[in-house]
């Protein structure tokens, strides 16, 4: 049987490793990848309509990536199968420091043992390396994926242009937090704002009450 969290063990036979090409779209790993992604997508389907269309542009950049040498996606390893795969690439644009982390998907039989953690965690340092400030990814409001990436504590929830989507984002050079911390912090700038329009008005009674002497 498998090694699991819960008994305690990480299985660290799964090694990821950057996809390097040409790959040919006919190769038992190109075919193995392109399912993963379908897969994931179909998941994604339950919780956003986009899932479709987001499964059309993966495939379309596995296969251009592939032509380009691949090096745009990391590959979670078990023996000689792909058990899971990320994308970290360009945001589009005019914006050489940032990168969008996408096609994140761990198969069925390998989930819970930390490999989508290490997968994230190879995308951004990828990134880093590149010297990215910013990395951007997209997840389905509704999607169970929101509790990993809180988890992770590593992103902090910016404006999302896409709706039905949470936009997280990852910088060396601003402060993180989880969706949960974001909350908290948000509460706590409300609750110190309200404190200061209090105090504020105060004063201006003060100064009223004061003048009217
Ligand atoms: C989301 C996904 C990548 C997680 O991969 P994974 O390898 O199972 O995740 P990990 O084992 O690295 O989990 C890291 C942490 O997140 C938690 N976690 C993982 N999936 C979770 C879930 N569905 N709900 C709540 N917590 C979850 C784990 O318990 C672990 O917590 P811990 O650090 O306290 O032990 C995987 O479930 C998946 O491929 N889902 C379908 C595709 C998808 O949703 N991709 C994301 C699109 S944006």
Redesign the pocket.
Known sequence: MRPS?DQGCVDMAVVIRQLRGPQSPESATTQRLLEMISA?CR??QKYAAEAAFILECSRQDLQEDLLAGGGRWWIAWDNDTPV?LVRVGPTGGNRPNERLV?S????ET??????????VETALAAAKAEGCRDVY????EN???R???A??NLFRTVESPIPGYIKLQWSTTKTQGTLENNKTSMSRTAIVGLGLALAALGCAALIFLMRGR
């Open positions: 969290r994931g998941e994604e899971g996408s994140l998907y761990v198969a390998h989930r819970l043992q930390g490999i989508g953690r290490r997968l990814l997209f997840v389905a999607s169970p994926a509790a990993f990436y988890k992770l």
